[in-house]
């Protein structure tokens, strides 16, 4: 048996983001705008959800043939890398960069924050995957702790170039005289 993201938990995903969408609109309050980035943001932790989890493999003669063992595999000793480190370091940053910069759009951070939301992301993604992996017995990932330290430097690059691209924009918006409306006042007013 395989689970994978399609599907049920597919479907889960889609009832939990319009259950929160409710409940941030009728609840709380927010804007249509909000609403918009929230909504990709979530998308993108569901893809993040989906490439680092899925799929999980409950066949005995799967596991048998691909799975790697829990413990051997698993890397706790940071900076130790392995030959192919190199391009799944990177893959790492890449993963997480969009969290840094799409987080300001739905929530109010800093540099302390996002820096300890940024090691928090990561070792939450290793966490699942090693309990994952305990539970069926093997995995098709490696638990790695330098994933934690990659995913957290995608993170504080992608807080970066969110507060560049603020800059930016608010610089064009003065040079301009651009006249904001609803979308460009809601990203001007992000602090």
């Excluded at 049920?8 to 609403?35: D, E, M, R």
């Excluded at 430097?153 to 651009?178: A, P, T």
Aim: net charge positive; hydrophobic share 55%.
């Amino acid at each position: 048996m395989l689970i994978d993201f399609d599907g049920y938990i597919l479907v889960g995903a889609v009832l939990l983001w319009g259950f929160l969408v409710l409940l941030f609109k009728f609840k709380f309050k927010k804007s249509f705008t909000y609403l918009f980035f929230f909504s990709i943001f979530y998308v993108y932790l569901c893809k993040v959800l989906d490439y680092t989890q899925f799929p999980i493999i409950l066949n005995e003669d799967m596991k048998r043939d691909i799975g790697r063992n829990v413990w051997r595999d698993a890397n706790f000793i940071p900076f130790y890398l392995h030959a192919f480190a190199l391009k799944t370091s990177f893959l790492n940053i890449l993963l997480t960069i969009p969290f840094g910069f799409g987080l300001p759009f739905i929530a109010k951070v800093n540099w302390k924050k996002i820096s300890i939301l940024g090691v928090l992301l990561g070792v939450l993604i290793e966490m699942l995957q090693l309990t994952i992996a305990l539970i069926v017995g093997f995995t098709l990932r490696y638990v790695d702790i330098n994933d934690v330290i990659f995913n957290f430097c995608g993170v504080i690059i992608g807080y970066g170039i969110f507060k560049v691209f603020m800059i930016v924009f608010r610089f064009l918006v003065h040079k301009m005289s651009i006249k904001l409306n609803t979308f460009l006042k809601y990203i001007y007013e992000i602090k």
